[in-house]
């Protein structure tokens, strides 16, 4: 069983900065692929970026060149580095845990709000 607290979430102006972190716990950090999927209201929950086992990152095309996702095995951490926040990235943003078996563990979410 793998447990996922996220933190860093907030309100922000638009054009503004956050950075999301998850600390994983319960698991091998190392056997983990991680990622970030984000909800807004209304919405179905969509993925936004993906940190893979062998070092490889995945983005959706929304967040392409404004964030980017990093991973630090020896705090056993997955970051969500968002710049050139808009409006439109209002949402609940989730950590994702996947096992080498393919079960996916949520993190609670953290609330990003971007507005004026």
Sequence with gaps: ??????????????????????????????????????QAPGKERQFVAHFSRTGSTYYDDSVEGRFTISRDNAKNTVSLQMNSLKPEDTAVYYCTADTSSYTRYWGQGTQVTVST
């Design 1 to 38: 069983q793998v447990q996922l607290l996220e933190s860093g979430g907030g309100l922000v102006q638009p054009g503004g900065s956050l950075r999301l972190s998850c600390t994983a716990s319960g698991g091998t950090f190392r056997s983990l692929a991680m990622g970030w999927f984000r």
